[in-house]
């Protein structure tokens, strides 16, 4: 997996696109609508446009959605990019890619992959916005995200409901230095 520094921290410059967990089970393929939204345990898609999203079920399983050596980013730590990026109302230029009307000034390459509604298993604004899962939920049937959209720089931090599909990007797991990077 390639990784750029940004900060302190060493993230993946891709989204996730795995179909096994670490402990290398099958994570379950759902292409079904209807199946979609009966989900409550681990699944993930591939939309239209190719990206591979996943409910929260995956995100938060035991056997590790995230390859060895990686993580999936807590709350506070999309938080810490944020902020090292400019702040909340900033940083989303510096995610995107060119293509998406950013300037992918901090190599994250971020991509509008669009989600997978709970409720009715329809994919949704592919192109026009992506979101990102933490590995935080809020305490209820939700859990913390963050959200790109093309009509603006901001960074959007929100929570939503564990069974929709968004992406999932990782951060490397290791040690800190102390040299700040971008």
Same mark, same amino acid.
């Not at 750029?4 to 099958?26: C, H, M, S, Y």
């Not at 591939?46 to 999203?53: D, F, K, T």
């Not at 730590?77 to 990026?85: A, G, K, S, Y």
């Not at 720089?153 to 040299?179: E, I, P, W």
């Given at each position: ?27 379950? =393929? ?6 979609? +939204? ?9 939309? $239209? ?15 590790? =959605?995230? $390859? ?28 995107? +890619? ?13 991509? $509008?992959? #669009? ?9 949704? =604004?592919?192109? &026009? =916005? ?7 939920? &809020? ?9 790109? +959209? ?14 929709? #599909? ?11 230095? +102390?040299?700040?990077?971008?």
């Amino acid at each position: 997996m390639n990784t750029i520094k940004i900060g302190l921290q060493e993230w993946a410059t891709e989204d996730l696109k795995v179909t096994k967990f670490r402990n290398g089970e099958d994570i379950a =393929l759902v292409t079904d609508n209807k199946e979609w +939204t009966e989900l409550t345990t681990s699944a993930y898609c591939i939309a $239209p446009n190719g990206h591979y999203l996943y409910n929260w079920y995956a995100v938060n399983d035991p056997r590790g =959605l995230a $390859p060895e050596g990686f993580h999936v980013p807590t709350d506070e730590e999309w938080t810490e990019l944020t902020d090292f990026l400019g702040g909340k109302h900033a940083a989303g230029k510096k995610m995107k +890619t060119e293509e998406w009307g950013g300037t992918n000034e901090s190599g994250f390459s971020a991509l $509008p992959g #669009g989600f997978r509604f709970y409720y009715n298993g329809a994919f949704s =604004l592919e192109g &026009d =916005l992506g979101n990102w899962w933490s590995s935080i939920a &809020d305490g209820t049937a939700n859990a913390w995200y963050r959200n790109l +959209t093309s009509d603006n720089d901001n960074v959007y931090r929100n929570y939503y409901y564990q069974r929709n #599909g968004f992406s999932v990007r990782c951060l490397q797991t290791a040690q800190r230095d +102390t040299d700040a990077t971008l």
